[in-house]
């Protein structure tokens, strides 16, 4: 160890050589492999007062060089404050883990540092992207003439799939477009559309039935727009709401779109991992007819934040929407028919997002993604099952998908009081939500390194402070 901080301090000018490279790797994948061996067993939150004071970690910068071991120790401190979203008993809002091998290829990606914006610099590295988003599109039986990019999450690709369908559908009319979704729909799709150049007026919230949107009010309120002048051009559904997990009838969506000749935008942010899976494709049946499609690999296919995608049914009509161009680029060719991605998006220069999906899809396998999803579905079944056998909580919906909602019975003072210790053991973390004016909790064992052990444990913990909470209520009263 001696030795490495004598490799490393002589690396220190800002291109180390090999030796130091080396010392360096050490001191970092050495945190790794102890990290990816902890999470297995790692709380779901840390108490604040345990970390470095954040005043300290405010401090600029110093002038002279720092001691790498040190500096390191002061990352892993502050990554262990507050909560802890890759260990198994994170259950709260969308739980993805974070695979190791996708995390170690994003690494080699960035020292690599090659420019993936457009084929011609990197026809490679762009193939191996556009074969996983081409794979993509197939597993949504998405035809050909479709392309995918990746984004830094679902809010950046719905942004995208917004101006494409706004661009296709309206040209430059945008001011009469009207769009609609439900009170389930993420809010991503309204700030989508604010930022799109539509007023929130042109945002229709179309009733529910059973928390999914109702085609038939849909067709109402589009007719009556059309009737007033407006011009209807997007009906979004959703595969996988956010709060419940909840499946819009997408079927009956995709004829309504195609019927009134609006786009179809499906957002699978959530849902869309589950697509793998023979369970989830039933579910989420006629996502294929979608003109756009959204998922967080960040989400259900268990990556780090930051990997989103947006698969598109006409490439045409995503690249006109982005088009760009200048006499700085005037050398780039196109190459076959591989993508330009910096022409597809909202981003030119981009990190090469593809590898952290390649990697782990290619190494692992996708029968291992398949079989981890599955489990999640099992999971979450068997979780809505035992949540539901206890007399002190009600448990109102089965899930479409992982997400489980549950409250206390006797309403909403006692089901805050249930987050409250739930939480404060830091075992578990947990997060709540309001449907139909009802206080849920939600639990949502998504990800990979949430398995039954685990989920077995959260569950007692649950129902132990759920008895708990009951039994101080009656001592407060005495
Ligand atoms: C998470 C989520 C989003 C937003 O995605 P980000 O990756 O957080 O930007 C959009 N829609 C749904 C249904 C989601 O669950």
């Not at 401190?77 to 259950?91: E, F, I, N």
């Not at 039986?141 to 559908?169: E, N, Q």
């Not at 989508?192 to 109402?220: E, N």
């Amino acid at each position: 160890m001696r030795e490495d901080s004598e490799l490393i301090a002589r690396g220190l000018p800002l291109e180390p050589d090999r030796p130091a490279v080396e010392a360096m790797g050490r001191a970092v994948l050495g945190r790794v492999a102890a990290y990816a061996e902890s999470a297995a067993h790692a709380p779901a939150s840390h108490p604040a007062e345990k970390g470095p004071a954040l005043d300290d970690l405010l401090r600029p910068p110093p002038e002279g060089p720092g001691d790498l071991d040190a500096l390191l120790d002061v990352f892993d401190g502050a990554a262990r404050q507050g909560v802890d979203t890759s260990s198994p008993g994170y259950l709260a809002y969308f739980p993805a883990g974070g695979l190791v091998s996708s995390a170690l290829g994003e690494l080699l990606a960035q020292i690599y540092n090659r420019f993936t914006g457009v084929a011609d610099l990197a026809p490679a590295l762009v193939a191996m992207e556009h074969g996983v988003l081409r794979w993509l599109c197939e597993e949504f039986a998405l035809p050909p003439g479709s392309v995918g990019i990746t984004t830094t999450g679902g809010s950046m690709a719905t942004l995208s799939a917004l101006v494409a369908a706004r661009h296709d559908r309206l040209g430059d009319a945008i001011a009469s477009g009207t769009l609609y979704a439900t009170e389930h729909t993420h809010f991503c799709v309204e700030r989508a559309a604010r930022i799109a150049g539509l007023p929130d007026s042109r945002l229709r919230i179309v009733p529910t039935s059973g928390l999914r949107m109702d085609p038939s009010a849909a067709r109402d309120m589009i007719r009556a727009d059309r009737a007033r002048g407006l011009r209807p051009f997007l009906l979004v559904g959703t595969a996988g709401s956010t709060s419940t997990g909840t499946i819009d009838p997408l079927p009956e969506l995709a004829a309504l779109a195609r019927a009134e000749d609006l786009w179809f935008h499906v957002d699978a942010a959530y849902g869309g991992g589950f697509q793998l899976t023979r369970r989830g494709r039933a579910r989420m049946a006629g996502i294929e007819h979608a003109d756009s499609i959204v998922l967080d690999p960040h989400k259900s296919l268990f990556l780090q934040y930051g990997t989103g995608v947006l698969l598109v049914r006409n490439a045409g009509a995503l690249a006109r929407a982005h088009r760009g161009g200048g006499h700085y680029v005037q050398d780039v060719r196109a190459v076959g028919d591989l993508p330009d991605y910096g022409y597809l998006g909202a981003e030119l220069t981009r990190d090469f997002r593809g590898l952290r999906l390649w990697l782990p899809l290619h190494l692992h396998g996708v029968a291992a993604f398949r079989a981890a999803l599955d489990e999640k579905l099992d999971l979450a079944r068997h979780a809505h099952a035992d949540l539901a056998d206890d007399p002190l909580l009600d448990v109102p919906w089965e899930p479409d998908l992982t997400v489980v909602t549950f409250r206390m019975r006797g309403g909403e003072e006692p089901t805050l009081r249930l987050l409250e210790r739930v939480n404060a053991t830091g075992r578990i973390f947990v997060s709540s939500t309001r449907v139909e004016d009802r206080l849920l909790l939600r639990i949502n064992p998504t990800s990979h390194r949430t398995r039954a052990d685990h989920l077995q444990r959260a569950l007692a913990l649950i129902h132990e402070q759920a008895r708990k909470s009951v039994s101080t209520t009656l001592d407060d009263h005495r």
